[in-house]
Each structure stands twice: as C-alpha cells, then as structure tokens.
C-alpha cells in the first residue's frame, strides 16, 4: 500500500509539472526561433549591425562545402564585402524547425533566396536564385541563446 501511495503522488508531480515544463520549452524556442529571425532580418536589409551578438565570439561558420571560421571572420573576409555589392537580398519559401535540449538548441531552415546585385557599369544588373538549407547549432549563455555552430548550403532552383 505504501509503494502504491507513493507511486501515485509521484505521477501527480509528474502530471501537475509537465505543463509548466512544456510551457518552458515553448518560451524557449520562440526565443531561439527570434535569434534565428533577426540574423534573417538583418541580411534582407544588407546589414550586419547587430548581428555579432547572435553568435559566439568561437562560433564556426561553414557554407556550401567551406569552412569560413568565425563569425566575426565570415563577415570581415565573406559575407560582408559581398552585402555591399548587393541591391537587394530576400528569403522566400522560408521555412524553420527549432528543438531544444537544455543548454542546446537545433534548428533546420529551408528557403529560397534572391539576390539581386548592383548594377555594373554598363548599367547590368544580375540576378542570382537558390535554394537553400541551413542547420544550426544554439547554445544558452548566461540567459541568452547565441548561435556556436551554422552550416548553409544552396543549389540552383528547378
């Protein structure tokens, strides 16, 4: 009677808590889920500010089959210089799946992505479409999620 007494008290913890911890898991994702929009955002409006926040300071950065290093470094050496040569960049098609495992996060993107580049000097402009995939890795640092790891690979839209 006694084992039985307390298996039931327990499964009423259980069963009282979970929701609390579902609801946990929730804000955390939405969390995760706004880093991962605002690193967006800010790509479709050509900018890095605010960005460096998103990511560790040792964050790796890998794309299309290249190791890029750093954040700081793909932006310095990659990503950056190329935003200035764009008039324009946009995500269509976006899709994102987030789960979380505490201190952890993983999320899968899938887009298609329009960059539009300035006009050469003839006037010419280019137009490059791709779909794309991107998986990244989040981890929660002092109450905050910042992106360690993100890989991104594209290949031309059919």
Do not use: C
Not at 89 to 95: A, G, M, P, Q, V
């Amino acid at each position: 009677m006694n084992a039985l007494r307390k298996t039931t008290i327990f499964a009423l913890i259980i069963i009282a808590t979970s929701q609390v911890f579902g609801q946990d898991t929730n804000t955390e994702k939405q969390a995760v889920l706004k880093v991962m929009k605002t690193y967006k955002d800010a790509l479709q409006n050509l900018t890095t500010e605010g960005t460096f926040d998103l990511f560790t300071e040792d964050s790796e950065v890998f794309e299309s089959g290249g190791v890029e290093g750093t954040y700081a470094h793909y932006i310095e050496h990659h990503l950056g210089p190329e935003l200035g040569h764009f008039k324009k960049f946009e995500f269509s098609d976006y899709e994102i799946d987030a789960e979380v495992d505490l201190p952890y996060a993983f999320t899968t993107e899938t887009y298609v992505y329009t960059i539009v580049l300035n006009p050469d000097d003839k006037g010419n402009t280019r137009t490059i479409k791709k779909k794309g995939v991107a998986t990244s890795i989040l981890k929660k640092i002092d109450e905050k999620w910042q992106i360690v790891k993100i890989h991104s690979s594209s290949r031309n839209v059919k």
